[in-house]
Structures are given as C-alpha cells and as structure tokens.
C-alpha cells in the first residue's frame, strides 16, 4: 500500500486476493485491519458465509473506526446454500458496493467472498463488479479459496496460503483463540 501521511490517503488503492488451502487468510486480514486502523484509517469488514461469535469478532466488534457485518449462518454450509444463506449473500454484496462507493473507508475486507462465490451464492459478475467498485483511495481484500482465474487476474497483490501440514489430520479440533 502506498500511503501518503501528509495528504492522510492511499497515492494508490490496491486489490489484494488472499486465496489457498492454507491457514491464515482471515488472519491476515485482521491484521492488515489492525495497521489500517493504527495508520487512522476506518475499516470496513464483511464476513461472507460465516456468521457467530468468533474470538477476533469479540474484538473486532470494540474497535473504532471499524464496521463489523456478517453475512452468513452459524456453521459451515454444506452442500447447496440455503435461500437464506444466498439472501444474506446478496446483502453483503450490496453493503460492499456501498462501502466502496461511499468513500469513507480506506480500507475494505471481504473476508470469504471467493467461498461465497465457489458456492453460487455469489456470481462472477457480481464478484468483478464489486472489485471494479473501489475507489481511487480505498484499499480492498478479498478472501477465501477457490478464488477464480478472472479476479486472480486482476489482482494487483495475490498471496496464496499453501497448506504444507495441520494438526486438524491429526485429530485436533478447533482451538478457542487459534481458530475460533
């Protein structure tokens, strides 16, 4: 990210993809938030798919200059997603477009969007509509697997996490405070 102290906006806003089997994503999009908000930047933060009482929601929810939504169901969707669960996509795609519209954020995560849209719930149109959507000063990430070729291309940053090993193949469940 290019940031210019004296003007207190981006000299460029970038897409940043954070795609990949791995572990981490969602992490490091926190932790971007975290620096964008320590830089005095306000936050948005939509969470596709995933709705509950996380351990970084708990915190997220405190920050100011944060906006915290969730648009999603407790519990992973298995199988083909509910009419509920693509309504509450269909709202999540419609509060980014106007966070990115709306130029008061410099910063804009859609956490597990790609997941979104690798279960319809989202269409590729829709999901190159919203990174076409940002505006000159704001940055915005997007998150989850699967994330397609199209917006892959037009990326200026992609980081794929790569799963080389984890404990879960082992037996260990969820951790409150690592992965939930």
Not at 17 to 32: D, E, M, P, R, S
Not at 43 to 55: A, D, I, L, N, P
Not at 79 to 90: L, M, V, W
Not at 136 to 142: G, N, P, Q, R
Request: proline share 2%.
């Amino acid at each position: 990210m290019s940031y210019d102290k004296e003007k207190d906006v981006f000299q460029q806003a970038c897409l940043q993809v954070y795609t990949g089997n791995g572990k981490g994503k969602t992490t490091a999009a926190i932790g971007l938030s975290v620096r964008a908000l320590g830089a005095g930047l306000k936050v948005f933060f939509g969470q596709f798919v995933k709705c509950g009482e996380y351990s970084e929601i708990t915190v997220l929810a405190r920050l100011e200059n944060l906006i915290l939504r969730q648009y999603g169901r407790e519990g992973f969707i298995m199988g083909k997603p509910s009419a509920s669960d693509i309504e509450a996509a269909a709202r999540g795609v419609h509060d980014a477009m106007d966070a990115l519209a709306g130029g008061e954020f410099g910063l804009v995560v859609l956490d597990e969007v790609n997941v979104a849209h690798a279960l319809g719930m989202i269409s590729l149109p829709q999901l190159l509509a919203i990174a076409g959507a940002r505006g000159d000063h704001t940055e915005l990430v997007m998150t989850g697997r699967g994330a397609p070729p199209e917006l892959i291309e037009i990326a200026d940053l992609v980081t794929e996490m790569r799963e080389v090993k984890h404990y879960f193949h082992a037996g260990l469940k969820a951790r409150k405070g690592i992965e939930s």
